[in-house]
């Protein structure tokens, strides 16, 4: 096997930050689903791989989470009609509006255009 054939069957390591209030969430269990832009950076992801999130009010508070499925999609709007969200984080009887603008304060329109969504899917380990 050649070493690049090799390298694809190792879990890679990726580290991101979350705000206070999602850190507390993916530590509780109680956010299972994080949402990014579909960038180059989250391009690189996949099922199997380790996120190291670090929590941007404390530094040195961090947790590991693995990967266990990711889907990708072409905005916000359908990602948020297929996905539970709940386990993204927001309460039971939030709106779409809601749950876009709240997106909206971290990628804008354009961004979200250009690049697509995922939701990735993760378990504290």
């Known amino acids: 096997m050649e070493k690049s ?5 190792v879990p890679a390591e990726h580290e991101m930050w979350l705000n206070a209030n999602a ?4 530590k509780s269990g109680s956010k299972t689903i994080e949402l990014r832009l579909y ?11 380790k996120i190291t999130f670090s929590n941007r009010t404390d530094k040195n508070e961090k947790i590991d989470t693995l990967i266990i499925d990711l889907l990708v ?3 916000l709007e359908e ?9 993204v984080g927001y309460n039971q009887d939030a709106r779409l509006q809601e ?3 709240n997106m909206h304060k971290y990628y804008s329109p354009e961004e979200e ?12 380990i």
Request: with cysteine.
């Open 5 to 9: 054939s090799l390298e694809n069957l």
């Open 79 to 87: 990602m948020f009609n297929t996905i539970d969200g709940i386990a």
């Open 23 to 26: 850190f507390s969430m993916v």
């Open 99 to 101: 749950k876009l603008d």
């Open 73 to 75: 999609f072409p905005s």
């Open 113 to 124: 255009k250009l690049y697509g969504v995922c939701a990735i899917f993760v378990k504290v």
């Open 39 to 49: 960038d180059e950076k989250r391009r690189k992801l996949k099922t199997g791989d």
